[in-house]
């Protein structure tokens, strides 16, 4: 595999703006996902000012607002984004309501990707239980927040790199 070029994407957020946009419900959660995302963000070198923190009342809207925030900013745009994150935690219940929303929110906010050639870092929890969302928002299995970022900080390096034309051999 050595006489392949590869195009991989860094970790680097110097000048670079991402948005977040965060659901309110199940807050105690989510606000520390939030936390761990802006961390992420913050400590690969995107300024706080670049930093945009939407908060919606929950994962329904998500999708919505990932989608002003992207439509926003067109190509070119100095309004434009390098990145998004979206931010959630929805627990299971006792109805099939979690299945539906869990399966429109994702949909929605790969759509937004899709739509608007855009990296979405995907932080949205669809857990069984609290104890499973809080070891997924700081605990045993780490922040996923964080993660989310840090996915949406690699590939809008990638994006870039492929925009700027490091994948057709120039």
């Keep these: 595999m050595n006489d392949i070029r590869e195009t991989r994407g860094e970790l680097t957020g110097a000048g670079r703006r991402f948005g977040i946009v965060a659901s309110r419900f199940n807050s105690r959660l989510g606000d520390l996902l939030v936390a761990g995302a802006a961390d992420c963000l913050r400590r690969h070198g995107v300024a706080a000012a670049d930093i945009h923190l939407v908060s919606v009342p929950g994962a329904w809207e998500i999708p919505q607002a990932l989608e002003e ?66 070891e997924r928002a700081g605990g045993k299995a780490g922040n996923k927040g964080w993660e989310a970022a840090l996915a949406a900080l690699e590939m809008a390096d990638l994006f870039a790199r492929l925009r700027d034309g490091h994948a057709a051999g120039r």
């Design 69 to 134: 925030l992207a439509a926003a900013g067109g190509e070119g745009s100095e309004g434009r984004l390098d990145g998004l994150v979206a931010i959630g935690v929805v627990i299971r219940g006792e109805t099939p309501h979690f299945d539906y929303l869990c399966a429109q929110a994702s949909r929605g906010i790969a759509g937004v990707a899709e739509r608007h050639r855009v990296p979405v870092g995907f932080g949205l929890l669809t857990c069984d239980s609290s104890e499973q969302a809080a």
